[in-house]
């Protein structure tokens, strides 16, 4: 049996779609369906050549100056990190399952990315929406899924940053949470 690597991802980006609009930042945290933190990833990219910043998300990005600042330094051209990333992924002890919450944003703008840079995604076209998980798990509507709907020990009051590691990393914890309550109630 294939062990299952989940890999919560966080992006952050200066507009709402990849090409027109660049990924800023990619933050991973590989977890273990026992909660185990096993690797973390991050990286901060250079912009696309051609692309600009949509001018909502960039007035957004102008309320948060601490986290514009830390997706700015170290920036690595986008192809460099996007193979280091793929070596990253395959080199974890199982399959990777990419998490995140939304799912639909981060994903979109990984595997563009892979695909353009690498032309390879090991998670294929397949990601898991934290949500949409809790939404099942819950039994409620999607509206009534959110964060703030979630028991508070499964958010262990760890706050959003919009900084990409950490905020996989509390996205991961989450995702985990749920997945352990999940286990639970089968047995």
Request: glycine residues 4%; proline residues 7%.
């Amino acid at each position: 049996m294939t062990i299952e690597i989940y890999i919560s991802t966080d992006i952050e980006a200066d507009g709402p779609i990849p090409g027109p609009h660049s990924m800023l930042s990619i933050g991973s945290a590989a977890y273990t369906a026992d909660k185990q933190l096993i690797a973390t990833f991050s990286a901060n990219l250079e912009t696309l050549p051609g692309a600009s910043g949509h001018p909502q998300t960039m007035k957004w990005w102008s309320q948060q100056p601490e986290a514009w600042a830390v997706c700015r330094v170290n920036l690595q051209p986008p192809a460099s990190v996007m193979q280091a990333y793929h070596t990253w992924l395959k080199a974890l002890p199982g399959k990777p399952i990419f998490v995140a919450y939304p799912a639909a944003y981060d994903f979109m703008f990984v595997y563009w990315y892979l695909i353009n840079f690498v032309g390879d995604s090991p998670f294929q076209h397949s990601a898991l929406d934290i949500r949409s998980y809790a939404m099942a798990f819950l039994k409620n509507s999607y509206s009534e899924s959110g964060k703030r709907n979630l028991p508070t020990e499964w958010l262990e009051e760890q706050p959003l940053t919009h900084i990409a590691l950490d905020d996989a990393i509390q996205q991961g914890k989450l995702f985990c949470n749920l997945l352990q309550n999940n286990l639970q109630r089968e047995s």
